[in-house]
């Protein structure tokens, strides 16, 4: 088990848990940040990342992508130590510290958590295959980081979305052949990529299989062999393939969270507005995951919220110190 210690623990990785390691770091306080999801920048990089936001104060129009980068750009000074793809899972209180425990067998050591965890821990849906884990991070893939690996294979993606289609037609210039499976006859993605799956058919780069879903997967020690299919009446194809790329969504999930004896309202924590802390001394919640009267789920208040924690963690951390309230203008950027 990887141990790790730090000031505070920030849980999810989303535009309110990253300004967090800015509020922090301005204060001096050291923090690392733990996030299910392998990209940084929760909701915006996840559902949304080239829509414009309107509604961010100074920027009239930013992309949610963009403002993502900004924000990572704003935190490194900070050199912030981010832990990707690793889902915060138990908790152990002992004397005033806590002890998080983490899928990947990490254990992080904190004196304050502050959780930043929007809806839950983001995930991919997985299609219901026995054997699926066998061949995950190996010949089965929810997301792609480096698409040189399917130059010149068999790949078959699953999903009747944009992220289906439009990787289907991505890899098609790449790829020796795109089998593209959906339960239904029609696609929910936009009308012109799906124009362009029909063309690229025609062109013997992609082939559709529809209405057809995946009903077994085949192949050893991780490297796919074969998918077998089936349509609504149960008949069956088989697809030599050497790659499989589910697209089913994402969805989220308190989980874990909700087992940590937090006070909890509709499925939300409830917090002291005056310092984002929650039912239990030392832990704050801030963003999407926080509730308390008059709260408004924004990014702008979000970014507020992380403000004041910054300033309860401070007090937590440092009870003796009389903490000498700073604008940013005259302090600049803090080295920690
Ligand atoms: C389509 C759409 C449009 C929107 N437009 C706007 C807008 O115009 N203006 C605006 O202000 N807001 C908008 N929002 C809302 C905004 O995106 C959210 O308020 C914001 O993302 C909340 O940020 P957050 O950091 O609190 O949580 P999130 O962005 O949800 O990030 C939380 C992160 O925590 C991680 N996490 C959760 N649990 C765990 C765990 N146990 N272990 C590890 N990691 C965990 C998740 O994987 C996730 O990455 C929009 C939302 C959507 C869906």
Known sequence: MTEIETEVLIIGAGPVGLFSVFELGQLGIKSCVIDSLDIVGGQCSSLYPEKPIFDIPGFPEISAEQLIINLENQIKPFKP????G???????IKSDKFFVYTSKNKLVISKCILIAAGNGAFGPNKPPLK?????????????ITDKSIFKNKRIAIAGGGDSAA????????I??????????QKLRAAPNSVKKLYS??????????IPFQVDSIKGLNGKLESLVVKDLSNAKKILPVDFFLPFFGLSSDLGPIK????????NLLKIDPSTCQTSTDGIYAIGDVCTYPGKLKLILTGF?????????????????KVLHFEYSTTSGIKKI
């Open 175 to 184: 790829a020796e052949k795109i089998f593209f499976i959906h339960r239904r």
């Open 304 to 320: 507020s919220e992380a403000a004041v924690a910054a300033h309860s963690c401070y007090k937590r951390l440092f009870p003796d």
């Open 200 to 209: 690229l058919e025609k062109r013997k780069k992609v082939e559709m299989i």
């Open 131 to 143: 054997n699926i884990t066998d061949f995950e991070e190996k010949s089965i893939f929810y997301h």
């Open 86 to 92: 690793e889902k915060v899972e138990k908790i152990s």
């Open 81 to 84: 130590k981010l832990f990707l």
């Open 166 to 173: 439009d990787w289907a037609i991505e890899l098609s210039s």
């Open 259 to 266: 087992d940590w004896e937090l006070e909890i309202e509709k």
